[in-house]
């Protein structure tokens, strides 16, 4: 049965679906004697240091749409974007600003980068290549649907996936539409999808029907399909399985999670299933160590052992506080919250290890990290740096 603050999320995310960019105050108060309130944080023995290397201000951050935008790293640049239309470049290592454009867009897709191409999905949308080394604008492809996930590419393909249940290729150079692939989307879904995965000439796509399929990037036909989640239940609410975390390819390995339903590990080359474990994920997996990490709907943050044999620890003092997808770090794991808490933990049994606040306004996108540094992108905008290391 579904949990009350899960339903009340639900409702949320569907009403801002069809208001787009309407606010709705009140949801999330809560009377001291509730339940599925966010858990209150207890103090913790810190053995890490979290040091703050720079902070950079994004525009209005993740805007009122309920977007998850995050930044994208290729060397020595990590790539951000704002949902009023801001994108900037900026050195990873020393925080400098390296260009910063304005577009007039709504963005809601995040950041995907090739080489020299850089792609933005909006609202409208429209996706838009601009030159990765300078920001200048080099083409844009008008789609329907909204785009909330960030557009992917292998050098010729790009590929991009639309709220309304399609996956489409567009050309990497003109922008040309190529293929077009239309799921079946169920009545109700959560507000996001799943970000494509492309792998040389592969692309690697879940679904709001609780599907992940692989396709060939250059024809759009579909290689194999796995059904990760079958729908139960009377009402829609409970129906819902939707792929909308991130997935993670490693070792020929594809790792997913759905809502209401399983984490998965797939074969990604057959599509053979190699084990699964009963999970409900909005925010995706990751995997470091020989764990494969979840952030529960109700949220339980989980390490399940890559080989298949089942839950290595459970950590459930964050419960209802909105997790984000676990990212590992250095010897960690790291997940952050709804009231902008980013946690770290150890991997070898979950156990808190160092906590910091990051931004009042919480924490939805994914965070990305180069071996000790987490880059963290807050709701109001601000993309921050810290490096994590053993307290001496």
Not at 79 to 108: F, H, K
Not at 259 to 278: F, H, M, T
Not at 352 to 366: H, L, Q
């Amino acid at each position: 049965m579904m949990r009350p603050i899960t339903q009340r999320l639900l409702v949320v995310i569907f009403l801002l679906g069809l208001s787009g960019c309407s606010t709705i105050s009140g949801w999330f108060s809560s009377d001291d004697d509730d339940a599925t309130a966010p858990a209150a944080l207890v103090d913790i023995d810190e053995t890490v240091a979290i040091d703050k290397l720079w902070s950079e201000g994004v525009g209005n951050g993740q805007g009122s749409g309920f977007y998850r935008i995050r930044p994208t790293i290729d060397g020595d640049t990590i790539y951000i974007a704002s949902a009023e239309g801001e994108v900037m470049a900026i050195d990873r290592v020393d925080g400098d600003v390296v260009w910063d454009v304005e577009l007039e867009s709504t963005l809601s897709g995040g950041v995907g980068v090739w080489e020299e191409g850089l792609f933005i999905g909006s609202s409208e949308g429209v996706v838009i290549k601009l030159d990765s080394a300078t920001g200048a604008q080099l083409w844009t492809t008008a789609l329907r649907g909204e785009i909330l996930s960030p557009p992917q590419s292998n050098g010729r393909v790009v590929v991009a996936q639309t709220y309304d249940g399609k996956l489409q290729g567009l050309d990497f150079d003109t922008g040309e539409l190529l293929w077009v692939y239309d799921s079946n989307v169920p009545v109700l879904t959560i507000r996001g999808t799943s970000t494509p995965i492309v792998d040389n000439d592969r692309v690697y796509a879940g679904f709001a029907n609780g599907r992940v399929l692989a396709f060939d990037i250059n024809s759009g036909a579909v290689v194999w399909e796995v059904r990760i989640a079958i729908p139960r239940g009377r009402s829609e609410i409970e129906r819902i399985v939707d792929i909308d975390g991130s997935m993670e390819l490693a070792g020929g390995t594809l790792y997913a999670a759905s809502y209401q339903g399983n984490v998965v590990a797939i074969d990604a080359r057959s599509g053979r299933r190699l084990w699964q474990q009963k999970a409900s994920s909005y925010s995706g997996v990751s995997q470091s160590f020989g764990n494969v990490y979840v952030a529960d709907a109700d949220g339980a943050l989980s390490a399940y052992l890559r080989t298949g044999q089942g839950l290595r620890w459970t950590q459930d003092a964050l419960a209802y506080r909105e997790l984000s997808r676990p990212t590992p770090v250095g010897g960690y794991v790291a997940v952050a919250d709804v009231e902008g808490y980013l946690h770290i933990l150890s991997v070898a049994d979950g156990t808190f290890v160092g906590r910091i606040k990051v931004d009042s306004a919480g924490v939805r996108a994914d965070m990305q990290s180069v071996d000790n540094v987490i880059y963290v992108f807050g709701n109001s905008g601000d993309l921050v740096a810290y490096e994590i290391t053993a307290d001496p």
